[in-house]
């Protein structure tokens, strides 16, 4: 997948640059995918939530078994991670070094795989999806991921493969048929330059899959992430399915970090970094603390102008992550000293609804639906 200078050179033009605001890139009044063209600041079937690698506040996260459950518990989209087997095949995981993933510091017919390498800049030691065949990563099994945290999901340890995008997206099909209702998808594409550079690209075998599955197509529940932007780009002009750009608290997207620009994350959320970002994608999606940003003591009060200023471009926003454990939360939203144990989720989460958002990525989906369910009741009760 070629990365042009001039893809850069123009992104970092119209970040300067203060001009007139910008469509989306995939308006349509009639999609099914959650974008809308009514302007109006928030879907007309109320917010959505998307479970977060599945339901990984209750399962091992990226499995079948936490995306069946987070089907279960009414989520309205599943957000499957993406990265690459030596083969070429796109599966689900957060990172693709996976030795806090999967078992495969245990098996030791794997051993002499273990590999440091840079990814992103960072220097990493573990297993990587990109040293196995399918074949191979299909004989390893999921664990939970942060079991000091969530020793419950530990018990799912060893049980569940690592599932490929197709799976995925067969699971969500099949269980959008039983259920009567269609539960959508959101991609991620994990380290994009870094598959360019060792020749497994993410894009083109993700739009395959997509048009395999008849999911290349406006109407369809699809959404398409990314940290990065040039892959975005790309996929602008690969696939009709909406697209969200990903934007952390600190640093930059890496693919223009490594071309030598200086546009920050912080830069993406200005009016006219949002203007741009609206020439290519459909959402963005902050961090929570952007919008919401937290005082010295850890709580959240007033919200941010990053709402009000990506709905002025034309932009939906979806930020991340719900978390229910205390160590995740404000402090204005935590119940007792326990890092570990379940906080006031529900207030963190009206007090985002409130700000505006239209869509958020949540860990326990059971409790982020709930939550938004209530906050439309309420709000048709005051109207």
């Known amino acids: 997948m070629p990365r042009l200078a001039g893809v850069f050179a123009a992104t970092t033009l119209a970040l ?21 063209n009514n302007r109006s600041g928030r879907f007309t079937t109320g917010p959505l939530v998307i479970a977060h690698r599945g339901a990984s ?8 078994a936490a995306y069946r459950l987070a089907i279960q518990m009414g989520a309205d989209y599943v957000e499957p991670d993406l990265v690459s087997t030596k083969d070429g095949v796109l599966v689900a995981r957060h990172e693709n070094e996976i030795s806090g993933t999967t078992d495969v510091s245990a098996r030791p017919e794997f051993a002499s795989r273990k590999a440091t390498k840079t990814v992103d800049g960072a220097q990493i030691t573990g297993w990587f999806t990109e040293d196995f065949t399918l074949a191979e990563l299909k004989t390893l099994r999921a664990k939970e991921r942060l079991p000091a945290v969530r020793p ?10 690592v599932p490929t995008l197709d799976e995925v997206i067969g699971l969500v099909q099949t269980e959008s048929r039983r259920l009567g209702r269609t539960i959508g998808i959101a991609p991620e594409t994990k380290h994009p330059t870094y598959f360019d550079s060792i020749g497994l690209s993410l894009e083109e075998p993700l739009v395959r899959s997509l ?9 369809a529940k699809v959404v ?28 930059a997207p890496y693919d223009l970090k490594a071309a030598g620009l200086p546009t920050t994350y912080r830069d993406l959320v200005t009016p006219s970094g949002l203007a741009e970002i609206a020439t290519y994608a459909d959402w963005v999606s902050p961090t929570k603390n952007l919008i919401l ?40 939203h935590r119940v007792g000293t326990d890092p570990n144990a379940h906080g006031d989720l529900t207030g963190e989460i009206d007090a985002f609804l409130d700000a505006g958002i239209d869509a958020l990525f949540a860990d326990q989906p059971d409790i982020a639906v709930a939550a938004r369910d209530a906050w439309l009741d309420e709000q048709v009760s005051v109207s």
């Open 16 to 36: 300067v640059a203060v001009g007139a605001t910008t469509l989306p890139a995939h308006a349509d009044p009639d999609s099914g995918s959650g974008v809308d």
């Open 57 to 64: 506040g209750y399962r091992p996260e990226h499995t079948l």
């Open 152 to 161: 419950g999901n530990t018990v799912y340890d060893g049980r569940f493969e």
């Open 211 to 219: 048009r395999r599955h008849g999911l290349d197509r406006r109407n």
């Open 224 to 251: 398409l992430q990314s940290f990065e932007t040039g892959n975005l780009r790309e996929l602008n002009r690969l696939t009709a399915a909406p697209i969200v750009q990903l934007v952390d608290g600190s640093g």
């Open 293 to 332: 940003p937290r005082d010295a003591s850890g709580a959240i009060g007033a919200p941010s102008n990053v709402v009000s200023d990506a709905h002025a471009a034309g932009l939906k926003v979806v930020t991340w992550t719900m978390r229910a454990e205390n160590q995740f939360l404000p402090t204005n």
